[in-house]
């Protein structure tokens, strides 16, 4: 979505997937923002008209015997619609929502009055000590059918996911949204990707740079050939893991992005923005 001021932002559709005639996001005025909230609260007015492109699915939902939800603060958008799609099919699930006190928790009273209410369970910073989330307690016993999905501020994602590998889950079965400016974690080291349809290796360098798409400073990865042997040109790439990744997508033919050959004079290099997780041109 565009917000007012240019600036473009992702935020997650959190009303039914069967609603066909809306989408519809929740905004959290955030005091540190970098522009995208306080233009939504500040200069965005009923009536006023937005760009937006079509919805993508960075966090998708799969099988499972039991599926796990944890959400902290706003980040319980997307995890409304995975609430409500496992209880329209009858799925075991269960929702753990943390929040700072009650009167500070969005959805609130949506949420208690839905047809998964008995799936949820709210976890407040002010409340007592028996309502607070035992975290290792709700993970239980790790097991090959069950799946996790987290979403809400840096600090809590890393709690869930941690506690969860200590406990013994597989990182297949840890879901978690990849924030704006994520890619931090990823050290600056060179990422190793795979091309799918060659086998052959290359490798990415994580840096802040201008992405002409999204039109904001992101986490962006250059690709250039490794020594061994130049790969083809790429087909888009998807993250796989924090040291990993496997180009996947379908992209228009053009020029390999890999090549050790030096780009025709004009011509500006590609690299794959982590946020809007687009290939653009280099600014």
């Given at each position: 979505m565009q917000v007012p001021g240019g600036l473009t932002r992702q935020y997650s559709l959190c009303n039914d997937a069967g609603e066909q005639h809306r989408y519809r996001i929740a905004v959290l005025r955030d005091p540190a923002s970098r522009g995208g909230s306080v233009a939504m609260h500040d200069a965005l007015k009923e009536g006023d008209t937005l760009l937006i492109s079509e919805p993508?699915?960075?966090?998708?939902?799969?099988?499972?015997?039991?599926?796990?939800?944890?959400?902290?603060?706003?980040?319980?958008?997307?995890?409304?619609?995975?609430?409500?799609?496992?209880?329209?099919?009858?799925?075991?699930?269960?929702?753990?929502?943390?929040?700072?006190?009650?009167?500070?928790?969005?959805?609130?009273?949506?949420?208690?009055?839905?047809?998964?209410?008995?799936?949820?369970?709210?976890?407040?910073d002010d409340g007592d000590a028996a309502q607070k989330l035992d975290l290792r307690a709700v993970l239980g016993a790790p097991d090959a059918g069950k799946h996790l999905y987290v979403c809400g501020p840096t600090g809590y994602i890393d709690f869930v996911v941690k506690t969860a590998k200590e406990a013994g889950w597989a990182a297949d079965n840890i879901h978690r949204v990849l924030r704006r400016g994520a890619a931090g974690h990823l050290g600056r080291r060179l990422l190793q990707v795979k091309i799918a349809s060659s086998g052959r290796s290359t490798k990415w360098a994580p840096k802040k740079r201008w992405c002409t798409r999204c039109r904001s400073t992101a986490w962006t990865s250059s690709c250039r050939a490794s020594k061994a042997s130049a790969a083809p040109a790429s087909r888009g790439c998807s993250k796989a893991n924090a040291t990993t990744a496997t180009c996947t997508s379908p992209t228009r033919k053009r020029r390999s992005t890999t090549s050790s050959r030096p780009a025709a004079r004009g011509r500006r290099a590609r690299c794959w923005c982590w946020t809007c997780r687009t290939l653009s041109l280099r600014a």
């Open positions: 993508r699915n960075h966090f998708p939902l799969v099988h499972a015997t039991r599926t796990l939800l944890f959400a902290g603060g706003i980040g319980v958008t997307p995890l409304l619609c995975m609430a409500q799609r496992l209880q329209a099919i009858g799925a075991d699930f269960a929702m753990h929502y943390s929040a700072r006190s009650a009167d500070r928790t969005a959805f609130r009273d949506e949420i208690a009055a839905s047809a998964f209410a008995q799936h949820v369970q709210f976890h407040y």
